[in-house]
């Protein structure tokens, strides 16, 4: 039985957070800071051992593997652009945009986890398009409607359409392709990851749907989550800007629903939205300022689920 939530999950615990260069050149979430990097770094795993402590608080079964300091990486701490599973024992590793990201991809994680909670059978690797300068970074470049097999993907210089199209087949999704930007300057530039502006769940998705310049395309994503049963919760774009969109549905030991949204995303949020995601799971909320100035990314994008 396909199912959308999980409630095992792997985090990647920082050990040289910090603001990373080569990913700067085309994620405009990401803010430079006059912390030095001692701060940054003490900052930033003060916050992700928080989340670790609020999430398993609430029954979730949370892996943490600790980063090391060779190779350096300082965007280890957002594991699901490198790595995905899709139960069956099936993971996927990703080509990545930056080359100092590529060095996240590490097998001893990998058989870590295989000793530990989950049998891997088999490795789908399409790292090789990286040796064409076509990237695909998981679940960061596609929101997967796992039950429906529906893949959505917002197209950028990470997110390429002739890999999200080879996943698809490969794993048996539909793909939704689109072009999604947001506004730097006094320009519209592509948004750097999908899962920035849109979060699939159980019976309903959040969407920063005017992020889709082109109506027609825009009203083929909109009409997918409709006739796919989803329940469409819209946000703004100076709400995506606080991460309102980067969300993640997961569930407990027990079986219960819960949404994981940071701080400065419920902050950013109206009573009616709250209201309407609360109907469908509880709201578990968790500060990450540094994380998510130095970073650009929040907190679906520290979890890696595990099926």
């Known amino acids: 039985m396909r199912t959308q939530t999980t409630n095992k999950i792997l985090m990647i615990e920082p050990v040289a957070f910090g603001y990373n260069q080569q990913t700067a050149v085309n994620n405009y979430f990401q803010q430079k800071t006059e912390m030095n ?3 940054i770094q003490g900052n930033a795993l003060n916050e992700f051992n928080e989340m670790v402590k609020i999430i398993r608080a609430n029954g979730v079964d949370v892996r943490v593997v600790e980063d090391t300091f060779e190779p350096h990486t300082p965007d280890s701490i957002f594991p699901n652009n490198w790595v995905s599973f899709h139960g069956e024992g099936q993971v996927v590793l990703y080509p990545m945009y930056a080359e100092n990201r590529r060095q996240e991809r590490n097998k001893n994680i990998l058989n ?7 049998d891997i059978m088999n490795i789908v690797d399409f790292t090789f398009w990286e040796k064409q300068n076509l990237f695909l970074e ?4 596609m929101i997967l409607d796992r039950v429906d097999r529906i893949a959505y993907a917002a197209l950028s ?3 390429d359409k002739s890999v999200f199209l080879q996943f698809c087949k490969v794993f048996q999704f539909k ?14 530039l592509p948004i750097y990851h999908t899962n920035v502006m849109m979060s699939v769940c159980d019976e309903y998705a959040v969407i920063c749907d005017v992020c889709i310049d082109d109506l027609e395309e825009r009203k083929k994503v909109v009409d997918e989550l409709k006739n796919s049963g989803k329940e469409i919760i819209t946000i703004t774009e100076d709400q995506m ?14 079986g219960k629903l819960l949404l994981i949204m940071s701080q400065s995303a419920y902050d950013s949020l109206n009573k009616n939205q709250i209201e309407r995601l609360s109907l469908h799971n509880e709201l578990i909320i968790i500060p990450i300022p540094t994380i998510e100035k130095v970073g650009g990314g929040s907190v679906r994008c520290m979890i890696a689920e595990i099926f």
């Open 37 to 39: 990097s001692v701060d």
């Open 175 to 188: 793909p939704i392709f689109f072009n999604a930007n947001q506004t730097v300057g006094n320009k519209r």
């Open 241 to 254: 800007l606080h991460f309102a969109g980067n969300m993640l549905q997961v569930e407990n030991e027990d």
């Open 112 to 118: 870590y986890l295989n000793e530990q909670c989950c």
């Open 157 to 159: 210089e990470r997110t």
């Open 138 to 141: 998981g679940t960061g470049s």
